[in-house]
C-alpha cells in the first residue's frame, strides 16, 4: 500500500516563491504531497479551521502580519499542527525565536534544496508527535504559571514592576505574555512607545464563550525581544466594563498559551480584578515607602 500524500498548508503570497517551493517538492523522490495555499493568515486560518493538514510551511512576512506575530498567531489556532517557518537571510533571527517559541524549525527561503526542505518536514512531524506523546505521558501540557500585580494604591509604579518582571522571564527564553488588564487606558504602550490597533477592548466586545486562542493571538502584539502584549484600551472611546467570566477566560485561555502570564491588575476594587487574582499562581502589592 502506497503512502498516504502530505497535507501541506504553505502560508505564503509570494507566488513566485509558492511556485518555487511546489518545484522543490516535486523534485523529491518518493514523496506524495496535497498542498494547500494560503496568501494570509487570516486565510490560513479559515482553511485551518476547515481542513486537517500534516505540516504548516509559514512565511512570517505576510500582507495582514508581520514576524513573529504571524507565527503566535498560527500557532494559537492549530498547537496540534507542526509549523516549519520560512524566512528570508534578513529575517533569520525571527525564524530562531519562532523556533524558541514553538515552530519545529525554519528555513530560509533560497537556500534550501529538495533534500532539505523534504527532510525538514518529515522531522517537523515525528519530533511534533514524539513531543505529543510525551507531554501525554508526563500530563506536561499544564497550564503557564499566572502572576499578578496589584498596587496598593495608583501611582505606585505597578506597570514598570510588571513589565520588568516580565522582561526577566522573556530574556530567559521563556514564552512570556503581559496583559494590561484594565478597563481604561494603562501606561504601558506609553513606556514601551507602542500605538497598538490591537488591545483588550475588542476581546471585551466579545461574550466570554467566544473568547478563544485564535481571538486573543489575533490581538497579541510581539515585541522584538520576544516578550508577547495584550494592551488594554487605548482611548476613552474603547473603555469597556471587563465582566469577571471575561477576566477568568482571558487569563485562563493565556496561560493555556504560555509559560507565563504576567497581569498589570488596576488598584480599584474591581470584581474583574479579584475573579483575575482568583487564576493567579502568585500575586505581588506593589507599595511605596512611606516619606516623612
Known sequence: MSEAPFRILLVEDNPGD???????????????????VAGRVAEALE????QSFDVILLDLSLPDSQGLDTFHTVYARAPEVPI??????????????????????????GQCDSELLVRSIRYAMVRHEKLRETLRGTEKFQRG?????????????TTTVALNVATVLASEQRNVVIVEL???????????????????????ALEPAAINQVEIGA?????PFGLRVLFGPQGVEEFREISPEQAEVIVETLASMADYVVLDLPWEPLESTAAAVRHCDFVGLVSQPETQ
Open 182 to 204: 484594565r478597563p481604561f487606558i494603562g501606561t504601558l504602550a506609553a513606556v514601551l512607545r507602542q500605538a497598538p490597533q490591537r488591545n483588550l477592548s475588542q476581546l471585551l
Open 84 to 109: 516549519v517557518v520560512l524566512t528570508g537571510l534578513a529575517d533569520e533571527t525571527a525564524g530562531v525565536r519562532a523556533v524558541q517559541a514553538g515552530a519545529e524549525d525554519y528555513l530560509i527561503k
Open 18 to 36: 509558492v511556485r518555487l517551493i511546489r518545484e522543490i517538492l516535486s523534485e523529491a523522490q518518493g514523496l506524495r504531497f496535497e498542498m494547500t
Open 145 to 157: 504559571r499566572v502572576v499578578g500585580f496589584i498596587g496598593a494604591k495608583g501611582g505606585v509604579g
Open 219 to 223: 490581538r497579541l502584539v510581539t515585541l
Open 47 to 50: 482553511k485551518l479551521e476547515k
